[in-house]
């Protein structure tokens, strides 16, 4: 993850400042509308087939079927409808953009039942390969084309380049694993647990992108590409952390549905870890973002910076519970996973609604509150799914949390000094990284044991140990 979404990152970076605020709007807009379509792709099928205890060739084909017929249509109703889509944003440049984009689906829908067969076989060096293959080719061409002048188009060169790198080696290791065939009633297994886990995809789509929505359609897509890029902080460690956890807990916890007890081991060693590797980093993002924005993407990007700060928070926070739906997906609790977002939209959506009336930085602020409200849920939803107490949840949690306050403490007081952006920024994160340590290591000694310990224990295991046996996992 982190080597494919790094330089996707640095080629965001660069494309921001190359372009500016309004041009990279454009992006931002595009950047809904192709995150959306990969959520149609797949209609939950790809998760039912890592979910499945056993399955079968012929049926991971009828789930490639049925993403290149899914590929197809939407890529034809992207072109039909992308004049509208650039009216709704009042960007007659997406139009354009969006025709290409679409008739670049077909790309992602390739690679997407050959990653869930991967997935399943716990291939995570095989999928890394490909990611990082993708992600650095398609940051190389998008920056590129930036600094060659394509405009809105760098993003098109990026996109597809990373796609057509990444379809290719996920079929090449796939080895005609999920082979398109025609035997559609094979999907009937697992068509309710899948229709239940795109539905919540659906709607957690939904509440994390009617900000971006709103923003772009009453602010326009100048304030759009501020929030954007902000939020691009926000999605870094959600993806880089995150999703990596996502990955490997979800196979995995699928395979021990009957050792509950293995569960919650593996749910708390994820917490240990995420909570480390997320939240003194976000928290120092927070507190650094005007030094950050002004010194990476220029001056004119100056008001995003108190949007970042803000939204590094919530990116915090996000991290640390991204473990609850693969929890949920692993045990096929799939009601439970739709009412959850049911109620995670209507949270969200209305924490949005509720700041747009003050602004950008209003909705970055509704986004944030209201993904707090619903902490308690998440808390309560893993443990009734493994029995974990809440006190054992919140201890993993509020040591790195007091540190990184500490810390954040120790920043400002450089800044306080009035010197200059650069000099803040080194000596306020090398502050901030020793505050960080000293008080995890006198008040939390123990936590941080336990966070240093799981880490070293997921970054020890080889080949060698790619299993799915309880005793392994164990």
């Excluded at 709704?88 to 670049?104: D, I, K, Q, R, W």
């Excluded at 992108?209 to 939020?231: K, P």
């Excluded at 220029?298 to 995003?304: D, I, K, L």
Aim: with cysteine; hydrophobic share 60%; aromatic share 6%.
């Amino acid at each position: 993850m982190v080597g494919r979404q790094f330089p996707q990152m640095v080629a965001a970076l660069v494309l921001a400042r190359v372009l500016g605020p309004e041009t990279y709007g454009v992006i931002s807009a595009a950047t809904v509308y192709v995150t959306f379509t990969t959520l149609l792709l797949d209609q939950g099928l790809a998760a039912a087939l890592v979910q499945l205890p056993a399955t079968t060739r012929r049926l991971a084909g009828a789930v490639a079927t049925v993403n290149l017929i899914a590929a197809v249509v939407l890529g034809g109703l992207t072109i039909a409808l992308s004049p509208l889509v650039a009216a709704f944003f009042s960007a007659p440049a997406l139009a354009p953009l969006l025709v290409v984009l679409g008739a670049g689906l077909l790309l992602k829908g390739l690679a997407i039942t050959p990653r869930a067969m991967l997935q399943r076989e716990l291939r995570f060096r095989t999928i890394g390969q490909a990611d990082i293959a993708g992600g650095t080719v398609g940051a190389v061409a998008g920056i590129a084309a930036a600094l060659l002048g394509s405009g809105v188009w760098s993003m098109a060169w990026m996109v597809l380049a990373t796609d057509t790198v990444v379809a290719m080696l996920m079929l090449i290791a796939s080895r005609g694993a999920a082979t398109p065939n025609l035997h559609l009633g094979q999907l009937r297994e697992i068509l309710p647990f899948s229709l239940r886990v795109f539905g919540s995809n659906a709607l957690a789509f939904l509440s994390r992108n009617t900000d971006n929505i709103l923003i772009g359609r009453f602010l326009g897509v100048g304030a759009l590409s501020l929030y954007s890029m902000s939020y691009r902080v926000l999605v870094v460690p959600v993806q880089m952390i995150g999703q990596t956890v996502n990955r490997v807990v979800f196979p995995i916890f699928s395979r021990l549905q009957d050792r509950l007890d293995l569960v919650a081991k593996g749910l708390l060693r994820a917490m240990d870890v995420l909570a480390l590797a997320a939240i003194p980093p976000m928290v120092l993002v927070s507190v650094a973002a005007p030094e950050l924005v002004g010194l990476v993407l220029g001056p004119e990007w100056a008001p995003a910076a108190p949007i970042l700060m803000v939204l590094a928070i919530a990116g915090a926070k996000e991290t640390v519970f991204y473990v609850t739906g693969p929890l949920m997906r692993a045990l096929g609790a799939g009601k439970l996973i739709f009412r959850y977002e049911v109620l995670a939209t209507v949270v969200q959506v209305g924490g949005i609604l509720v700041g747009l009336n003050w602004g950008v930085l209003g909705v970055a602020w509704g986004w944030t509150v209201a993904g707090f409200v619903l902490l308690p849920i998440q808390l309560l939803i893993q443990r009734k799914m493994c029995g974990v107490r809440l006190g054992e949840q919140l201890g993993r949690i509020l040591p790195h949390a007091h540190a990184s306050a500490w810390a954040a403490a120790a920043y400002l007081a450089i800044r306080l000094t009035g010197a200059g952006q650069l000099v803040v920024l080194l000596a306020g994160s090398l502050a901030y990284a020793v505050v960080v340590f000293v008080v995890l290591r006198l008040v939390h000694r123990k936590a941080l044991a336990r966070a240093l310990d799981a880490a070293a224990e997921i970054l020890k295991v080889g080949p060698a140990k790619r299993t799915a046996g309880g005793k392994a996992a164990e």
